[in-house]
């Protein structure tokens, strides 16, 4: 309740009622951040309309370039990866479309491993080869196969660890040291890790993406990717596109993942230990040829793993012996009860699906006979391990 000064106002009523201004906020502190709304952003004079902005600084210009909501997420963002660059954007898809974009022109070529998240060769084979730029895919498994296939005119050589769907790990150390020797840009799709289990500024990557919209949100309920760099220039072409593509991202969603990093190294630790409870119970079932998760020594580039990461995800695949079917597989997740059969990971709850890998990768995953079998991926929300893998059991018997 407050009680306010009279005001006798010489205006009308409309005038009055949008020139109103604000109650002091002086004295007022809490934890979450306010979200800040404002298309429009007021200039002090003239002068200061006219002052050449810095767009890697707080550019209060206009709406669209950010706010102190949005300002804040990139910065927290930066400091749990270790950098100093940092853009939020509509999606994580969109994230490694402007970091492509920023490298790459017309006549350029990019490397991309076989294993890469799905709509990023989409991007490669479609918008990105219609303005004339190049692709090649390497072995994400032999970091020779990056060596080779670097042309003259390679500006950008992508990664992703592990790989969507399948989980090998790369030898990054190698690729980073081909890249560096030849001057070709690096970036990394570091959802996976969210920030957490592989630092890439470290190593000597130049753009890390994130995908908000898994770990960092952790709710399902926000689409939200992040650019990271501790490359100025780089950075810098990444910002230009930005803002030429006229990207920008809701105030209300930034505040949603600030609330979400609150718990992310909670919800990070405590998913992957029942992850990795889930995953080694589905490693005793007989219907389970392998399980594709870092920790396993099975995992293609699990050496890797232990050299270069200090944690993982809760999301991993296993391959069925080669007996089962395609429909028998998707019976089994059809039979799910706790699990949802739906895209993307990270939420509260556990989500299955039967999932298509390149041929490329299936070669790699076959067994002694040469055949690989059905793949599912799961990924682990916050319910108990014992439920999971009391609902994966039943589901998996009813479908034998
Ligand atoms: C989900 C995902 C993306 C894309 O994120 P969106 O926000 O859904 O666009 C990119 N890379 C990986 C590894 C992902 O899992």
């Known amino acids: 309740m407050s009680t306010f000064k009279h005001h006798d106002s010489a205006h009308g009523l409309s005038t009055e009622i949008v020139h109103s201004k604000p109650v002091s906020a002086s004295g007022f502190s809490a934890l979450p951040v306010p979200v800040y709304r404002g298309s429009s952003t007021f200039f002090e ?23 102190p909501t949005q300002f804040t997420l990139a910065k927290r963002l930066a400091e749990i990866e270790g950098t100093v660059h940092a853009l939020v954007c509509p999606s994580g898809l969109t994230g490694i479309v402007l970091v492509a974009q920023a490298c790459l022109k017309t006549g350029d070529h990019w490397l ?32 020779d196969t990056v060596q080779s296939a670097i042309r003259s005119n390679t ?24 890249a560096k020797a030849q001057g070709i840009r690096t970036g990394i799709d570091n959802t996976w890790s969210a920030g957490i289990a592989y630092k890439p500024f470290e190593h000597g990557f130049d753009f890390s993406v994130q995908a908000l919209t898994k770990y960092q949100c952790g709710h399902a309920d926000v689409l939200m990717g992040a650019v990271l ?7 810098a072409d990444v910002e230009r596109k930005n803002r030429i593509l006229g990207l920008g991202v809701s105030p209300t969603d930034c505040s949603l993942v600030l609330r979400g990093l609150l718990t992310l190294p909670l919800r990070y630790a405590k998913q992957a230990e029942s992850g990795l409870q889930v995953a080694k119970a589905l490693s005793r079932n007989t219907a389970i040829a392998k399980v594709l998760h870092p920790e396993f020594e099975e995992c293609p580039g699990h050496a890797f793993y232990k050299r270069d990461f200090n944690g993982f995800a809760s999301i991993f695949s296993v391959v ?25 990971w990270g939420g509260p709850e556990s989500l299955a699906l039967v999932v298509n890998v390149p041929e490329s990768r299936k070669r790699h995953l076959a067994g002694s006979d040469g055949v690989c079998g059905q793949i599912l991926r799961l990924a682990i929300g916050l319910e108990e391990p014992a439920d999971l893998i009391a609902d994966l059991m039943q589901a998996i018997e009813a479908a034998v």
């Open 320 to 344: 069925l012996k080669p007996e089962f079917t395609d429909a028998q597989a998707c019976k089994i997740v059809d039979n799910l009860k706790l699990f949802k059969i739906a895209y993307s």
């Open 45 to 67: 004079s003239t002068k200061a309309q006219r002052a050449a902005v810095d767009p890697l600084g707080l550019d209060y210009s206009y709406g669209l370039h950010g706010n």
């Open 155 to 178: 500006k950008l050589i992508w990664t992703e660890a592990p790989g969507s769907l399948t989980f090998e790990v790369p030898d990054l150390k190698s690729i980073l040291a081909t």
């Open 229 to 235: 760099s501790n490359n100025t220039a780089a950075f």
């Open 112 to 143: 991309i491993p076989e294993n890469v998240y799905g709509p990023v060769q989409a991007l490669a084979r479609n918008l990105l080869a219609d303005c004339g730029i190049e692709f090649s895919e390497y072995d994400p498994c032999n970091a």
